[in-house]
């Protein structure tokens, strides 16, 4: 905790400086890079954590011309707050929608508040009327929407698996938008979308209906799967003949599900494939917290080559059992 603490209060200080000493300037972002393998085009790009490293966010901010809206729920990594000061250099509007609180309590985001306040960002802090806010989302200029299962730190980035999805969805931007806005001004939000899953608005309805919905195959991605009413579908469903397999850990004994840890890595992801119509990737899982009493954000997306790439990536991971 002291080090966290100290490291942000670095961050404070060397953020003040570096904006002190450089003027505002016209940056050209970055062209964006050919899809990897399993990404669909300009439309949907999948990114895979740890293959993917911090580029993908730092081309994010850089792609910046007039606002950038993020929220956070922890943020370490050095790139991403010198990234957050360029693009605050170059006139662009910044602002952080940050947790109230996380599972260390509240000093290191309130450090981390005065750390973007002082590079110049606007700051909101979002409602304490939920156990958390916990999504990780960032919009580029109201035309490009990134969810990432991930935080902005080394450990997420670097060390963990985990997904994010980057849109050029119109719908998808303007409700994810739409989402910011309300919890920045800690108004009530409902959904419009059925592609966005927001908890604890429709979150249990629509992972349920994708379990549901299951005909040969579910491989989930769950650290900790412990919701009974989402145990008992994912049970039903192999009892019917479906494939079910689970990279992480389920509550409970006597499911008769097949589970598997994560070898070699930390695993940070939630994550749904369903045969091979769709997936879920989002900072939801299958637990009753995440689906009922915190802020989450994650998407349904029916592309084929992003379910076809986390399908293969799941299938790397449940067969690799090296520790």
């Known amino acids: 905790m002291r080090k966290q ?18 003027p505002r300037e016209s940056v050209k972002p970055p062209a964006l890079p050919s899809p990897r393998s399993g990404s669909a085009g300009p439309s949907v790009r999948l990114i895979v954590q740890p293959d993917d490293g911090v580029e993908p966010v730092l081309e994010g901010i850089a792609r910046a011309r007039r606002r950038l809206d993020v929220s956070i729920f922890r943020l370490d990594d050095k790139h991403v707050t010198k990234a957050v000061q360029a693009a605050v250099a170059r006139g662009v509007t910044v602002r952080a929608l940050v947790a109230h609180r996380n599972s260390e309590g509240a000093k290191e985001l309130r450090a981390l508040e005065a750390w973007l306040l002082a590079a110049g960002a606007t700051v909101c802090r979002t409602h304490d009327d939920l156990l958390r806010y916990h999504y990780k989302m960032m919009v580029v200029d109201r035309r490009i929407l990134y969810v990432f299962g991930f935080n902005f730190t080394r450990q997420d980035i670097e060390r963990s698996r985990s997904f994010g999805l980057v849109f050029r969805n119109r719908h998808l931007v303007r409700e994810a938008t739409r989402l910011f806005e309300a919890d920045c001004a800690r108004k009530p939000f409902t959904p419009r979308s059925q592609s966005l899953v927001v908890s604890p608005h429709n979150a249990r309805e629509r992972l349920s209906a994708l379990l549901r919905g299951a005909r040969r195959r579910l491989l989930v991605y769950g650290a900790d799967v412990d919701d009974p009413a989402m145990i008992r579908l994912l049970a039903e469903r192999a009892r019917a003949g479906v494939d079910v397999k689970i990279v992480g850990r389920v509550a409970g004994k006597g499911t008769g599900l097949r589970v598997r840890p994560l070898a070699r890595r930390r695993l940070h992801v939630r994550a749904i494939v369903q045969d091979s119509r769709c997936v879920f990737i989002g900072s939801q899982g299958l637990r009753e917290v995440e689906l009922d009493r915190r802020r989450e954000v994650g998407v349904i997306v029916k592309d084929a080559k992003v379910v076809r790439a986390v399908a293969a990536l799941f299938a790397e991971d449940w067969a690799d059992r090296r520790r």
């Open 5 to 22: 603490l100290s490291r942000i209060a670095g961050l404070v200080s060397g953020g003040v400086a570096w904006l002190r000493g450089r």
